[in-house]
């Protein structure tokens, strides 16, 4: 395998910048660009060792210089790897790493260096995902999640659940293959019971996802409401400056605006909609269009409602348009007189906050709603969950293949069919581990990572 070589800190000036180089040739390949301040070259150095010198490229110094050495396979990747942290200029941080290519090393791809370390054994797919959950981490919460992930919770409750089916597929096996010797017959109450306990086990993780999805991944959120109600004010205030345009004029916002912000606890991709209307305007339409279809995808709704104004035919539609979703009613300016019939959306939005999105009054009532609605409030950040879609579809299809176990046992089916459907869930679990799992979706999960980790 290639020795792959990145710049492993983020493209921009800092304190210290950081060129990393992984595989079997990373410390032959870092001895030709490092000159030590010393007498001992990189190749002498023991691992988990540094050495101050400069960087040096066709006779030219090119930066001050710290070398790491980490032999394999006691490193991040498994391989031998060596970082050297020059000082945080780009452009010096592009030269070092110009030199590592021209001097043997080939440029890393995304999450290459995490790849390898999963490819070497040092990390399962689950804590692989959490290095990313870490790095992207936006909050508290997250940041915990992230790290107990990394830590094994969800790799240890995933080997036990699929070490008890295994135990079971192994004993039923081992029955129907040589019903002459004296094997004991599991009896259906014990497999029932093992049973239903590893799909209470799955069901709950799955119960947990939106709200542990929530704190790692974020949440796409619409903000929606007919135009000028204070979709745009809301917007700003989450944000904490003028993402959107605020004006009195009806219609202003034409156009889906995003903007990422933490609310509390949560990670929120607001999308800030154009007023949902009848209009003539082709251009105003096509706004219009766009905000349907954002409520469409989005996780969680921030419904609009002007409470000086009396309820209309607009708001009536985008009460229709949040029946059945996640929402939570923001009736907005407070600060007037009111006019709108506050029962009647009380009433239609169960979970309602009085707000003014200009003066910022009522921000933690939304905030405190909003958690309580993804169900983040009441979540331990240190328990095992399932943090990203991949996963989920895996324990979803352990889940479903174990409730099918249930049923064809309690229909009578032969006990080597029975086992079929278990082989099923092991094999869902053992893909969301990364044990059992195709090329493809190894390389989806790293095509997602930043180059350089």
Request: hydrophobic share 45%; net charge negative.
């Amino acid at each position: 395998m290639s020795t792959i070589a990145a710049i492993s800190t983020p493209q921009a000036a800092g304190g210290i910048g950081i060129v990393r180089l992984s595989g079997e040739d990373a410390i032959t390949i870092a001895d030709k660009l490092f000159r030590p301040t010393g007498k001992t070259p990189l190749r002498d150095l023991p691992g988990y060792h540094a050495a101050h010198g400069r960087v040096v490229f066709d006779g030219e110094d090119l930066d001050e210089c710290v070398a790491l050495v980490f032999r394999a396979p006691k490193s991040y990747t498994g391989e031998n790897v060596v970082e050297l942290s020059c000082h945080g200029g780009l452009f010096v941080l592009q030269q070092v790493l110009r030199a590592a290519l021209a001097s043997g090393a080939v440029a890393a791809g995304p999450g290459e260096f995490t790849k390898r370390a999963f490819l070497n054994g040092k990390l399962d797919l689950t804590e692989a995902e959490a290095v990313m959950g870490i790095i992207h981490a936006q909050g508290e919460q997250g940041a915990k999640a992230a790290l107990t992930a990394l830590d094994g919770a969800l790799s240890k409750k995933m080997g036990d659940l699929c070490g008890r089916l295994v135990a079971l597929s192994a004993q039923l096996g081992a029955w129907v293959d040589y019903p002459d010797d004296e094997i004991e017959e599991l009896e259906n109450g014990e497999l029932l019971e093992t049973l239903r306990d590893v799909e209470g086990e799955l069901s709950g993780l799955l119960s947990r996802f939106d709200a542990g999805s929530a704190i790692t991944q974020g949440v796409a959120t619409a903000i929606v409401g007919k135009p000028n109600v204070g979709k745009s004010a809301l917007m700003n205030l989450l944000s904490g400056f003028g993402r959107s345009i605020v004006t009195e004029i009806a219609g202003t916002t034409r156009d889906v605006v995003e903007q990422t912000v933490r609310l509390g606890s949560l990670v929120l991709h607001l999308a800030d909609t154009a007023g949902i209307h009848r209009t003539e305007d082709v251009v105003e339409q096509i706004g219009v269009d766009r905000a349907r279809q954002t409520i469409d995808r989005a996780g969680l709704v921030f419904a609009v409602f002007d409470l000086s104004r009396p309820l209309d035919a607009a708001d009536e539609e985008i009460l229709a348009l949040c029946k059945n979703r996640r929402v939570v009613g923001v009736l907005n300016k407070t600060d007037l007189p009111l006019q709108a019939d506050k029962t009647k959306l009380q009433t239609a939005l169960p979970v309602c906050v009085e707000l003014c999105a200009l003066s910022g009054d009522g921000l933690s009532a939304l905030e405190d709603a909003a958690e309580t609605l993804l169900c983040t409030k009441e979540l331990d950040p240190t328990a095992a969950m399932l943090t990203t879609e991949r996963q989920r579809q895996s324990a979803a299809r352990a889940r479903d293949a174990v409730c099918q176990t249930i049923d064809d046992l309690q229909t009578g089916m032969t006990l080597d069919a029975v086992n079929i459907s278990i082989d099923d869930a092991i094999d869902a679990l053992l893909e969301l581990t990364g044990e059992k799992v195709s090329d493809a979706v190894v390389d989806e999960v790293f095509a997602r990572f930043c180059v350089g980790k």
